[in-house]
Nanobody, 125 residues
Framework: QLQLVESGGGLVEPGGSLRLSCGTSGNTYDTIGWFRRAPGKEREGVSCISSTGDSEYYLDSVMGRFTISRDNAKNTVYLQMNNLKPEDTGVYYC????????????????????WGQGTQVTVSS
């Protein structure tokens, strides 16, 4: 069973940056998604990257501020988050699927098979 481990969360002031990492237990060329759950809200898709990195998808509210990337040699997917806002606060999860996802399906958490435990991101002054 594939295991995913997130890291890189923390407390940052508005306008600051963080880089999250999602490490996998073995070689994987799966589609990887990042989700977050804000307090009192449903888990939502933040970004997704295809197995080869040729396709990326983003939640509208993070477009231009977040960048997803992957290094398959290191079995790691990154989420660079810049110009963070208080509304970005939440627990961030990475998830994996062997499916190829597209613009209308990447943000549906039911399309993912494996999940990490999450890392807390808090944006506050």
């Amino acid at each position: 069973q594939l295991q995913l481990v997130e890291s890189g969360g923390g407390l940052v002031e508005p306008g600051g940056s963080l880089r999250l990492s999602c490490g996998t237990s073995g070689n994987t060329y799966d589609t990887i998604g990042w989700f977050r759950r804000a307090p009192g809200k449903e888990r939502e898709g933040v970004s997704c990257i295809s197995s080869t990195g040729d396709s990326e998808y983003y939640l509208d509210s993070v477009m231009g501020r977040f960048t997803i990337s992957r290094d398959n040699a290191k079995n790691t997917v990154y989420l660079q988050m810049n110009n963070l806002k208080p509304e970005d606060t939440g627990v961030y999860y990475c998830a994996s699927t062997s499916r190829r996802l597209y613009g209308g399906t990447w943000y549906n958490r039911q399309n993912y098979d494996y999940w990490g435990q999450g890392t807390q991101v808090t944006v506050s002054s």
